[in-house]
């Protein structure tokens, strides 16, 4: 059953669009590639000047399922300068510019979309591209999703109050965003600019 792209934007994304977060991620499922083509193009040209970008990470014609990408460059940018981000990322795999450049966020973008599509296992490494903290992204990876301190949007390995805190911040925001936009409150107002 096809969903409504904008509320399962809401749904996922909420934090980002407020600027909690400099990334999410969705699953969006429709026989129409152009409609979803449209759609993309069409909250870019929104969402842009508010320093959001909309992308599709990964898709399947065959099955009808889309993986969307909504994420705030310059925040993701500064995740992806992190240099322990980069040690990281390297060990995964990825190419990085040489020490001292800023990584090109869209080729960041384009390595991880290849693995994605082309790697036999999910590249748990993603968790970083969502903003995760890089010891509970490590920590997941090494614990195979086990002896975690807390659960919420994601698994942490670190301070459980600290973790739940954040979980509870982010529930929070998009309990609230999900009741105005339900209220009519259109996504370009609940898109914070930044």
């Known amino acids: 059953m096809e969903r409504n792209f904008e509320t399962v934007m809401i749904e996922q994304c909420a934090p980002v669009l407020a600027s909690l977060k400099p990334a999410g991620l969705f699953r969006y499922e429709t026989r129409d590639c152009a409609d979803l083509a449209r759609r993309v193009k069409n909250w870019n040209t929104q969402l842009n000047p508010k320093g959001l970008r909309v992308r599709v990470l990964k898709g399947c014609v065959l099955n009808h399922r889309y993986l969307v990408y909504v994420y705030r460059e310059s925040k993701l940018a500064a995740v992806l300068a992190d240099e322990k981000v980069q040690s990281f990322l390297r ?35 993603i968790g ?17 999703g086990k002896n975690f301190t807390c659960c919420g949007c994601w698994k942490s390995y670190g301070d459980p109050d600290a973790a739940q805190k954040h979980f509870d911040q982010l529930s929070k925001c998009t309990a609230v965003y999900l009741r105005l936009f339900h209220s009519g409150t259109p996504i370009l107002r609940l898109a914070v600019a930044a």
């Open 91 to 125: 060990q995964e795999g990825y190419r990085l510019p040489e020490a001292g450049e800023a990584p090109d966020v869209g080729n960041m973008l384009t390595q991880l979309s290849r693995k994605l599509c082309c790697s036999a296992e999910f590249p748990h490494e």
């Open 128 to 144: 970083v591209f969502l903003g995760y903290p890089l010891g509970d992204v490590v920590g997941f990876i090494e614990n195979r």
